[in-house]
């Protein structure tokens, strides 16, 4: 799927793209600096933007699914 959208992203123009994968801290002891070593193994650009952000539409659907997932991610 990567493949496809860089051939999309190369065949209409666009210069960018992005992997995702990295948190933003660009430390040594940071969780990431494996994945920022290995992208910038490749000559990749790293740039910060403003991050993404959650907009709930059905905010009871996402109240219940945030609390649930907070008992999953105590029990795993």
């Given at each position: ?15 960018r ?7 933003g801290?660009f ?6 600096a ?14 910060e ?9 059905n ?9 649930l997932k ?7």
């Amino acid at each position: 799927m990567q493949w496809e959208m860089i051939n999309y992203a190369l065949n209409h123009g666009i210069d960018r793209y992005n992997f995702y994968g990295v948190s933003g801290k660009f430390t040594e002891d940071a969780e990431d600096a494996g994945v920022v070593k290995f992208k910038k193994g490749y000559n990749a650009e790293i740039i910060e933007y403003v991050g993404d952000f959650i907009k709930p539409i059905n905010k009871p659907v996402y109240a219940a699914y945030t609390a649930l997932k907070k008992v999953k991610d105590r029990i795993f």
